[in-house]
């Protein structure tokens, strides 16, 4: 089988790493992979290309902020990929992210739906089926459904924002043409939430649906043994944890706050992300900057007592699955994909609206039920649901199934 990958990433982020897993498994098992992408890190697959390269990105993320458009540029970068994938005939492509300012929309759909290729679309987030939005959660809208236009985050987007023009309906009406158009398309959600959400999208006219999460290397995140609390002089106080790639006021930056200045004397709070707000961090934080080792992000999971993981939206929520793969309780909010993640053996879902002293009394709440309570629920319920061969061959059925042309 001749498979196909398209991603902004290869091998950087959480869709960087996960669709090289996916290429790495494949080509494992016999089968040819090519893989696009914008940016790589120092892995290269043998058969793989960039699309476009830094100048063109940069003027195609000008384009998009200036006419409200994104991924309408990029035409000659993207005929080369063409002609790369006319000589490579994949029997199966899986979109992953294309909203990098990589790769032109209009000409890789009429190509797909041209030599009738099965197409996978994994849904990250929500950028397939609304008009530029990748979570719109946090302002309420539900115009994706419907059309979209008068968008509330035309400016606010921190993947797409637009300077000047709201072309977001013509951009969801585009989507609607371009991906209906494709004979056969399959929709995995990396959250049963995310793939609810799509099925109230125009995809649902079209597409076959089913849910696959992420996963997590079980050999690297496990419980290990560290000198963590040694090193930062932390002796028998209770370590309470947060993560996140970017501290932002979507990331938890005002529950941390309120947070901090609730804490016990027993307590301590420690902080790993990067700041580029410069966002000011409470003195009795342990804040270590940017963590970007998965084997010190290990480390500090096994070290915590507790990990606070109350994003305002979360399509999965790989901190909490990563906590939990190292055997710590995870509290979130009861919302989008994080409810999925957590049950009452595991850590502690909280509402929202409760407000941030919920936050407090679940915290106190799992230290005094003391993590050897949660300890064996967490490896358990992380290896049944994030295990990295588990789903990772339900991912090459689902290609098994495509190359078919098979429906579920």
Same mark, same amino acid.
């Given at each position: 089988m001749r498979i196909a990958e398209i991603n902004e990433g290869c091998g950087i982020g959480s869709t960087g790493s996960l669709s090289l897993d996916l290429s790495k498994d494949a080509i494992r098992r016999g089968d040819e992979v090519f893989f696009a992408y914008a940016n790589i890190d120092s892995f290269k697959l043998q058969k793989s290309a960039r699309v476009g390269n830094t100048i063109e990105h940069y003027f195609h993320a000008l384009d998009s902020r200036i006419t409200g458009k994104q991924g309408y540029a990029s035409r000659f970068?993207?005929?080369?990929?063409?002609h790369q994938f006319q000589r490579f005939a994949p029997d199966v492509v899986n979109l992953h992210n294309l909203h990098g300012n990589y790769i032109n929309l209009k000409l890789l759909f009429s190509y797909l739906g041209e030599y009738k290729i099965p197409?996978? !679309?994994?849904?990250?987030?929500?950028?397939?089926?609304?008009?530029?939005?990748?979570? &719109?959660?946090?302002?309420?809208?539900?115009?994706?459904?419907?059309?979209?236009g008068s968008c509330p985050l035309l400016h606010k987007d921190n993947v797409n924002p637009t300077w000047l023009f709201d072309r977001t309906s013509?951009?969801?009406?585009?989507?609607?043409?371009?991906?209906?158009?494709?004979?056969?398309l399959y929709v995995v959600g990396v959250s049963e939430w995310i793939t609810n959400e799509a099925k109230q999208s125009f995809l649902k006219e079209n597409a076959s649906f089913t849910t696959? &999460?992420?996963?997590?290397?079980?050999?690297?995140?496990?419980?290990?043994?560290?000198?963590?609390?040694?090193?930062?002089? !932390?002796?028998?106080?209770k370590l309470i944890l947060?993560?996140?790639?970017?501290?932002?006021?979507s990331k938890s930056y005002d529950e941390m706050v309120y947070l901090a200045s609730k804490i016990a004397p027993n307590q301590l709070l420690v902080l790993a992300g990067a700041n580029p707000e410069r966002l000011a961090i409470p003195k009795n934080v342990i804040y270590l900057g940017e963590v970007s080792s998965k084997e010190r992000l290990a480390d500090l999971y096994s070290s915590a007592d507790v990990v606070v993981n109350t994003t305002?939206? $979360?399509?999965?929520?790989?901190?909490?699955?990563?906590?939990?793969?190292?055997?710590?309780?995870?509290?979130v909010y009861n919302n989008t994909g994080s409810a999925e993640l957590v049950n009452e053996r595991t850590g502690m879902k909280i509402n929202k609206e409760d407000g941030m002293e919920a936050i407090c009394c679940a915290?106190?709440?799992?230290?005094?039920?003391?993590?050897?309570? &949660?300890?064996?629920?967490?490896?358990?319920?992380?290896?049944?649901?994030?295990?990295? $061969?588990?789903?990772? $061959?339900?991912?090459? $059925?689902? &290609?098994?199934?495509a190359k078919a042309k098979e429906t579920w």
């Open positions: 970068s993207t005929i080369r990929l063409l197409t996978v !679309i994994t849904l990250h987030d929500s950028w397939f089926y609304t008009g530029k939005c990748t979570y &719109y959660f946090g302002a309420g809208c539900t115009k994706w459904k419907t059309n979209c013509r951009c969801l009406n585009d989507k609607k043409r371009w991906l209906s158009a494709l004979p056969f696959i &999460y992420n996963w997590v290397d079980s050999q690297i995140f496990k419980p290990t043994q560290n000198d963590f609390r040694k090193k930062t002089s !932390i002796n028998g106080e947060m993560v996140s790639s970017t501290i932002s006021r305002q939206f $979360e399509t999965f929520g790989l901190v909490t699955a990563e906590a939990l793969s190292c055997g710590t309780p995870v509290i915290v106190n709440t799992i230290l005094f039920n003391t993590k050897e309570f &949660y300890y064996q629920n967490c490896l358990n319920f992380a290896k049944a649901l994030f295990g990295k $061969e588990q789903n990772i $061959e339900k991912y090459m $059925e689902i &290609y098994k199934k």
